[in-house]
Nanobody, 126 residues
Framework: VQLQASGGGLVRAGDSLRLSCAIS????????IAWFRQAPGKEREFVAA????????NYVESVLGRFTVSRDNAKSSVYLQMNSLKPGDTAVYYC????????????????????WGQGTLVTVSS
């Protein structure tokens, strides 16, 4: 299983970015895909997730209304559209995969995801 995150960069507060997570095609279905982030000196934090069998989505409260997670089955990819970015969003963003769906109470647990991408850096200047 391979995951490859991309799309990070340096932007100003208020700008938008779209992160992409390309996933091995044969492992795309039936999975739970999540985005986490880790800022310097901080623990890894759950950002958003999409449950592929039913497209159910979850978000951390701090990104509600600004970030949107989506999928493209044809490209075996999951995206994180980030709007109205803030300096506090600065972090390395990782996509992660679990081979089976998670319930709502567990979706934010990083230890339940089996595979991780390499991370892409998002820097938001004020």
């Amino acid at each position: 299983v391979q995951l490859q995150a991309s799309g990070g960069g340096l932007v100003r507060a208020g700008d938008s970015l779209r992160l992409s997570c390309a996933i091995s095609r044969q492992t795309f279905s039936g999975a739970h895909i999540a985005w986490f982030r880790q800022a310097p000196g901080k623990e890894r934090e759950f950002v958003a997730a999409i449950r592929l069998p039913d497209n159910h989505k979850n978000y951390v409260e701090s990104v509600l209304g600004r970030f949107t997670v989506s999928r493209d089955n044809a490209k075996s990819s999951v995206y994180l559209q980030m709007n109205s970015l803030k300096p506090g969003d600065t972090a390395v963003y990782y996509c992660a995969r679990r081979g089976s769906p998670l319930n709502i109470g567990s979706v934010r647990r990083a230890d339940l995801y089996n595979y991780w991408g390499q991370g892409t850096l998002v820097t938001v200047s004020s």
